[in-house]
């Protein structure tokens, strides 16, 4: 099978690694039925800019701003990305809401983890992005700004990106396995398979 390297005994770099991060980050944004791109940009418009994408640990929230952001220039805006981890201090949001506050049209806030502040801070964060031209955040719960696109993942999602990947398929039953060890996080399923991989 495709996801397996040659039995060669020696090592396999990073750039041999179909897991390896830049292959994983070439793949277009594999979209939940019914969406597109053209719909997303009609939904943010008519949103005015300011709305959430949520998902759970690995759904593909990350991948998706990162592709949104050049569409996002193409509409005359100037995306200001931030991003917040379960290791940030509070210090660290403290500078968040001092940094937003500098943010004016056409500038666009993009706020990436916006779970981990306090309803508190966000109160805060909420109303130093006020000048901005727009305010989308990735939270893991519905809350906060109106939702935009819900993301999942799925066995069926996982076997395409294997597929796209390597151009072969993993063992019956393996995509499941893996799928389920790490609770539909995607983001481990692949640091995984990227680990078995290089042996």
Avoid at 132 to 149: D, E, K, Y
Wanted: proline share 6%; hydrophobic share 40%.
């Amino acid at each position: 099978m495709a996801e397996l390297p040659p039995d060669s005994g020696a090592p396999v770099s990073a750039k041999d690694n179909p897991y390896a991060t830049v292959y994983l980050e070439r793949i277009p944004f594999r979209f939940p039925s019914g969406m597109t791109w053209e719909l997303l940009m009609q939904r943010l418009q008519s949103m005015q800019w300011c709305a959430s994408i949520v998902g759970g640990h690995g759904r593909g929230k990350t991948t998706l701003l990162e592709q949104l952001l050049p569409r996002l220039k193409q509409q005359g805006f100037d995306p200001r990305t931030f991003v917040l981890r379960t290791e940030s201090t509070n210090a660290e949001k403290d500078v968040l809401t001092e940094q937003l506050r500098a943010v004016e049209k056409p500038g666009l806030i993009v706020l990436d983890g916006a779970e981990q502040l306090s309803t508190a801070r966000w109160l805060g964060v909420r109303s130093a992005a006020s000048k901005a031209a727009g305010f989308l955040i990735t939270v893991h719960r519905t809350s906060r700004l109106p939702v935009v696109l819900n993301l999942e993942s799925n066995v069926s999602l996982l076997k395409s990106l294997v597929e796209e990947l390597t151009g072969g398929s993993l063992p019956a039953g393996e995509a499941h396995a893996i799928f389920q060890r790490h609770y539909g996080n995607l983001r481990d399923c692949f640091r995984e398979l990227y680990d078995r991989y290089a042996g």
